[in-house]
C-alpha cells in the first residue's frame, strides 16, 4: 500500500499534532484543549490507530494553535508517554515528548469531598505527582487519584 | 534542633531525634506540669480555635498554658462568633494569628491545619483535622509508652478501629521509627489499609495482624485500646456482637505480663470494663495527664523558649 492510500488525514500547515496518546485518551485530550462542538479550527482525531510500540494509539491535531504549559500538563497526567509535534508552514519546527510535572496546582479535583481543598476557602488544589503507574497525591489530604484521572481535572 | 515557629501538621514531619527532643523537654517539664508554676510562657498568648467538640486536647493544652505562666485566647462557642457570618478558617487564621503567639486548631476538613499554616503568621498546631492528622496525640501516646514501658524493642497490639481511626494511623508510624513489633487487631470490616501497612514495613515495623484479641494479650508489652464507632455497622446486632469480642475485662489479664499497660486515647464507651480501671495494667488516665508535659514541651519549642 502506497503512502498515500495509508494517509487517513491531511498535513496540517500550522498547529500541534499530539501523537502516541495512550489509546482511549483522545477525547480527553480534547476536552483538556477545550475543542467542543462550536470549535471554529480543523481539528482531527484518529483513535486505535495501530502502533508498533503501543499496540494502538490515539492521535489529535489540532491547526493554528500551539499548546500553552498548563494542558501539556494535564496531558501528560493522563497520557504520559504522549508526544508534540509543533507544526509550522508544513515543517515539524519542534518535537518532544510531555513531561509530568512533579506538582500540579489548580487542575485537578480532590476526590475527598471532606478536603479543605473542596471547600469555600481561598485554597488551590495541589497534588505530588508520581510516575509509572501515574499516582496524584494530594498534599492537604493525602487522598491518592490513581484511576480517571481525566474525570477529575478542573 | 530548630523548631521555632515551626508548624505542627502531621506525625510524618518529625525524624526520630525529633520526637526524642520533645520527649526528653516534656519529661523536664512534667514536675511542672503536676502543678508547679513557672513563668517560662508569661507574656505569652496561644489562641485555641476548636471548630469542633474537644476536651482533652483543649484542656490540657490551656492546662499547659496557664502552667507556664501563659495566657489563652479561647474562640468559645461557633455560634458566638463570626464563622456563622461565613467567615472563612483562612481570614480567621489571618486575623487570630495576629492576637498570638500560636494557635492550636481543630477543624472537621482534612488538610485544614496545612491550609492555616499558609495563612498564618504564627505557628499552627494541629489539634485534629478531620479524618487527617492528630500529632499531638501521638506525642503523648510515645510519651506514656517511653515513661510507663520502653519504645526499644516494643510489643505493642494496637486494638478496634484500624480503617478510619487517625490516632492509629499517626501513632503507628511514629512507632515504626522505632523498629517497633505491631500487631494489629480488628474485626475484618475495620482492618488498616493496605497501603498503611505496607509503608511501615517499609520503615522497619514488624506487623501482623489479627482478628482475635485473647490469642494475643499474655505477649505483649502495651495494648492499645481504640473506640470502634456504632456508625461504622449498618447492623445494630453485629455492632453489638462486635463491641463485645474487642472489650477487656479484669478477667482478661489473668496471664499477662506483669509490666503489660493498657491506653486508650479516651473517651471509651464498651471497649474497657470499669474493672480494669483499679488494676496494675491500667494506664489511660496517666496517658490522659501526659498531654500536659507534651503540650508544654511542644509549646515552648514553637514560640521558642529555652527551658
Known sequence: MSAEKELRVRPIRDGTVIDRILAGQAMNVLKILGVKGAYSDVVTMAMNVPSKELGQKDIVKIENRELEEKELDKISLISPGATINIIRDFEVADKYQVELPEMVEGMVKCINPNCISNTKEPVISKFEVKKDPVQLRCIYCENIIMENIAEHLL | ?307
Open chain 2, 1 to 307: 534542633m530548630r523548631f521555632e515557629r515551626r508548624h505542627i501538621i502531621s506525625m510524618k514531619d518529625f525524624t526520630r531525634d525529633e520526637m526524642d527532643y520533645i520527649l526528653d523537654r516534656a519529661t523536664k517539664l512534667e514536675p511542672l506540669a503536676r502543678g508547679g508554676r513557672s513563668d517560662l510562657l508569661a507574656g505569652k498568648i496561644l489562641a485555641l480555635l476548636f471548630y469542633e467538640p474537644s476536651t482533652r486536647t483543649r484542656m490540657s493544652f490551656e492546662t499547659a498554658m496557664l502552667r507556664l505562666g501563659g495566657g489563652v485566647l479561647n474562640l468559645g462557642s461557633k455560634e458566638a462568633t463570626s464563622i456563622v457570618k461565613g467567615e472563612t478558617l483562612a481570614d480567621m487564621i489571618r486575623v487570630v494569628s495576629t492576637y498570638s503567639d500560636a494557635i492550636v486548631q481543630r477543624h472537621p476538613s482534612e488538610g485544614s491545619a496545612l491550609m492555616a499554616a499558609e495563612f498564618s503568621s504564627v505557628p499552627i498546631i494541629n489539634g485534629g483535622d478531620g479524618a487527617g492528622h492528630h500529632p499531638t496525640q501521638t506525642l503523648l501516646d510515645l510519651y506514656t509508652i517511653r515513661k510507663e514501658s520502653h519504645l526499644d524493642n516494643l510489643d505493642i497490639a494496637i486494638v478496634g478501629d484500624l480503617k478510619y481511626g487517625r490516632t492509629v494511623h499517626s501513632l503507628t508510624y511514629a512507632l515504626s521509627l522505632y523498629g517497633a513489633n505491631i500487631t494489629l487487631v480488628s474485626p475484618p470490616q475495620l482492618k488498616m489499609p493496605d497501603q498503611i501497612k505496607a509503608d511501615l514495613k517499609a520503615r522497619g515495623a514488624r506487623v501482623r495482624e489479627t482478628e482475635n484479641l485473647e490469642e494475643i494479650l499474655d505477649n505483649i508489652d502495651v495494648l492499645y485500646m481504640t473506640r470502634i464507632q456504632k456508625e461504622r455497622f449498618p447492623d445494630p446486632t453485629e455492632y453489638k456482637k462486635m463491641a463485645g469480642a474487642y472489650k477487656i475485662t479484669i478477667e482478661h489479664l489473668e496471664n499477662v505480663r506483669d509490666s503489660m499497660i493498657i491506653m486508650h486515647p479516651l473517651p471509651r464507651v464498651y471497649e474497657i470494663d470499669s474493672s480494669v480501671d483499679t488494676s496494675s495494667h491500667a494506664r489511660y488516665f496517666e496517658q490522659s495527664f501526659y498531654g500536659v508535659p507534651i503540650r508544654m514541651a511542644l509549646l515552648t519549642i514553637v514560640m521558642g523558649v529555652e527551658v
